[in-house]
């Protein structure tokens, strides 16, 4: 009898995450949480409802719903689009997208900051942009100094051939930058800062691409991630802190989606919105934009696309994504899961633009 309550205090705490998670943030942050709970609540539940089909099948009912959510939860978990499409008659754009946790970079002005073996992080991204040779590369976190003979980053990409660009932060006195960057193959004719952060490096920037006789507006996005402090908590307890500084963020997120969504209402090119979103595939975020837009790991991506790992063992997300208006084709899509110069996985696309 007691593993029978449990079944059904778990079945409608599914069913309660499974609506919190399309409610607006906004109204109350906490509910953003419903997007990290959902999938294990949903494998969870998913094993018993196994089990308990051979003791209550009189329940069919609410196993019925708890199936229908949880298949609903791992179509958005695994892709599984097939083949890459080959379309040689229109024209293509390349994108990569990568969080470069600011290249990892260490004891700045400090000893071994020019020491290639202990930046090698830099270096490697560096090399990984010039073997996929993709025609835009969106950065965010990104990290410049032009005195440095490794960190000087967009000199670097300046000479893999991407002399056109929009950095969201001006350079500082002592000759560094940091945030979202924009690189481009094709000429930049308008570009501009949507939203920005106080720190300066989460946002949203604009660049529109001009490729052959048509413009595309990219939009490079990083919207606000939870930063604890326990040294700022003052008298406030764990939770108290873990509160106020998990609703804060949100707000913060929530406002940075608001000013993106009118952005785009007033934009009148096709879109491509692309960064690091905080958020994964169940989150309002999420919902906001693939109701507008397709979405790169879902028409042409396989496996998990898994673009952040966690430092608890066994938690990871997919919160990178690729949005792109319907007029845009994705041909193929990849997170490249095999390489760790962040925290981050960078995502690859190839789209098809006309």
């Given at each position: 009898?007691?593993?029978?309550?449990?079944?059904?205090?778990?079945?409608?705490?599914?069913?309660?995450?499974?609506?919190?998670?399309?409610?607006?943030?906004?109204?109350?942050?906490?509910?953003?949480?419903?997007?990290?709970?959902?999938?294990?609540?949903?494998?969870?539940?998913?094993?018993?409802?196994?089990?308990?089909?051979?003791?209550?099948?009189?329940?069919?009912?609410?196993?019925?719903?708890?199936?229908?959510?949880?298949?609903?939860?791992?179509?958005?978990?695994?892709?599984?689009?097939g083949k890459a499409v080959d379309d040689s008659s229109s024209m293509n754009l390349a994108v990569l997208d990568y969080n470069v946790s600011f290249f990892r970079v260490r004891n700045v002005f400090q000893e071994g900051y020019n020491d290639p073996y202990l930046n090698?992080?830099?270096?490697?991204?560096?090399?990984?942009?010039?073997?996929?040779?993709?025609?835009?590369?969106?950065?965010?976190?990104?990290?410049?100094?032009?005195?440095?003979?490794?960190?000087?980053?967009?000199?670097?990409?300046?000479?893999?051939?991407?002399?056109?660009?929009?950095?969201?932060?001006?350079?500082?006195?002592?000759?560094?930058?940091?945030?979202?960057?924009?690189?481009?193959?094709?000429?930049?004719?308008?570009?501009?800062?949507?939203?920005?952060?106080?720190?300066?490096?989460?946002?949203?920037?604009?660049?529109?691409?001009?490729?052959?006789?048509?413009?595309?507006?990219?939009?490079?996005?990083?919207?606000?991630?939870?930063?604890?402090?326990?040294?700022?908590?003052?008298?406030?307890?764990?939770?108290?802190?873990?509160?106020?500084?998990?609703?804060?963020?949100?707000?913060?997120?929530?406002?940075?989606?608001?000013?993106?969504?009118?952005?785009?209402?007033?934009?009148?090119?096709?879109?491509?919105?692309?960064?690091?979103?905080?958020?994964?595939?169940?989150?309002?975020?999420y919902k906001q934009l693939a109701s507008r837009f397709a979405n790169g790991q879902k028409e042409s991506g396989n496996g998990l696309g898994l673009t952040y790992y966690s430092k608890i063992p066994l938690l990871a997300f997919r919160i990178d994504h690729l949005f792109?208006?319907?007029?845009?084709?994705?041909?193929?899509?990849?997170?490249?899961?095999?390489?760790?110069?962040?925290?981050?996985?960078?995502?690859?696309?190839?789209?098809?633009?006309?």
């Open positions: 009898m007691c593993f029978k309550n449990f079944y059904a205090v778990g079945a409608v705490s599914l069913l309660t995450v499974f609506v919190l998670t399309f409610i607006d943030p906004s109204y109350f942050p906490l509910t953003n949480l419903s997007s990290v709970i959902l999938p294990i609540l949903a494998l969870l539940m998913l094993v018993f409802t196994l089990l308990m089909f051979y003791k209550q099948r009189s329940w069919y009912l609410l196993y019925m719903a708890v199936m229908i959510i949880s298949v609903w939860v791992f179509s958005g978990f695994y892709s599984i689009s090698s992080d830099v270096l490697g991204v560096q090399n990984l942009c010039k073997d996929l040779n993709p025609d835009v590369i969106c950065f965010q976190e990104f990290f410049n100094d032009q005195n440095s003979q490794i960190y000087n980053s967009i000199t670097r990409f300046g000479e893999l051939g991407y002399q056109y660009y929009l950095m969201s932060s001006p350079r500082h006195d002592n000759g560094l930058n940091r945030g979202l960057i924009t690189f481009s193959r094709f000429p930049i004719v308008k570009a501009g800062i949507i939203v920005q952060s106080e720190n300066r490096y989460n946002g949203a920037i604009y660049t529109d691409l001009k490729i052959k006789e048509d413009t595309i507006r990219l939009i490079n996005v990083h919207l606000n991630s939870m930063e604890l402090h326990l040294s700022r908590r003052g008298n406030r307890n764990i939770l108290s802190y873990f509160y106020d500084t998990y609703t804060n963020t949100n707000r913060i997120k929530q406002n940075q989606l608001n000013t993106i969504s009118a952005f785009i209402d007033n934009s009148d090119i096709p879109i491509i919105v692309v960064g690091d979103f905080n958020d994964n595939q169940y989150s309002y975020t792109y208006s319907h007029s845009i084709r994705s041909m193929e899509f990849k997170t490249l899961s095999n390489f760790d110069y962040s925290e981050h996985k960078p995502i690859w696309a190839k789209l098809s633009v006309n």
